[in-house]
T-cell receptor, first 115, second 112 residues
Framework: AQSVTQLDSHVSVSEGTPVLLRCNYS??????LFWYVQHPNKGLQLLLK??????LVKGINGFEAEFKKSETSFHLTKPSAHMSDAAEYFC?????????????FGKGTMLLVSP | DGGITQSPKYLFRKEGQNVTLSCEQN?????MYWYRQDPGQGLRLIYY???????QKGDIAEGYSVSREKKESFPLTVTSAQKNPTAFYLC???????????FGQGTRLTVV
């Protein structure tokens, strides 16, 4: 079975400074990994995905993530935070569960952006 | 406009009553999922279905039931056996193994 650990429940940054949201995963298979963003009382929107192509993945709104197999990490970064980036972020791994492909979510990281 | 529609957005239920949450997708996806979200706990899988007339229990299926009679629809019933039903429920669908899931806007269920 696969699992995901998001290392910070909350991250606070100032507008214009870099963002780093950390994610470690475990999976018995070559994983597919995703980052989603959720604004309050909304559904989840896909930011980016890794599916065994390039290890540096670029997503929407200036976000990117690097897959590091040796470290089993998939950290999300952005060079410069905007106020609109304030939301909750989920790291997700797709893997096999009793012969079926399912998604396993981390517990989320709340990103707070101050002016 | 393709997507996933969940209804209603807000739902109130009295203790002891069953309630059904609707999820419809027009993306022609085979797989559909139901997740429950509680503060600080991320999303936990309730049920999933890879094809019509087939579904599997997820991590927290007790007190819930589903059906998958049509490819487009995957309703979730929260039964009176569910001890703590107040939560935000999210439905999702995906095309095939290894691809991302697309989410509806969620239903917030409150037991009063």
């Amino acid at each position: 079975a696969q699992s995901v650990t998001q290392l910070d429940s909350h991250v606070s940054v100032s507008e214009g400074t870099p963002v780093l949201l950390r994610c470690n995963y475990s999976s018995s298979y070559s994983p597919s990994l995703f980052w989603y963003v959720q604004h309050p009382n909304k559904g989840l929107q896909l930011l980016l995905k890794y599916t065994s192509a390039a290890t540096l993945v670029k997503g929407i709104n200036g976000f990117e993530a690097e897959f590091k197999k040796s470290e089993t990490s998939f950290h999300l970064t952005k060079p410069s935070a905007h106020m609109s980036d304030a939301a909750e972020y989920f790291c997700v791994v797709r893997g096999m569960n009793s012969g079926y492909s399912t998604l396993t979510f981390g517990k989320g990281t709340m990103l707070l952006v101050s002016p | 406009d393709g997507g996933i529609t969940q209804s209603p957005k807000y739902l109130f239920r009295k203790e002891g009553q069953n309630v059904t949450l609707s999820c419809e997708q027009n993306l022609n996806h085979d797989a559909m999922y139901w997740y429950r979200q509680d503060p600080g706990q991320g999303l936990r899988l309730i049920y999933y279905s890879q094809i019509v007339n087939d579904f599997q229990k997820g991590d927290i299926a007790e007190g819930y039931s589903v059906s998958r009679e049509k490819k487009e629809s995957f309703p979730l019933t929260v039964t009176s056996a569910q001890k703590n039903p107040t939560a935000f429920y999210l439905c999702a669908s995906s095309r095939e193994r290894g691809t991302e899931a697309f989410f509806g806007q969620g239903t917030r269920l409150t037991v009063v």
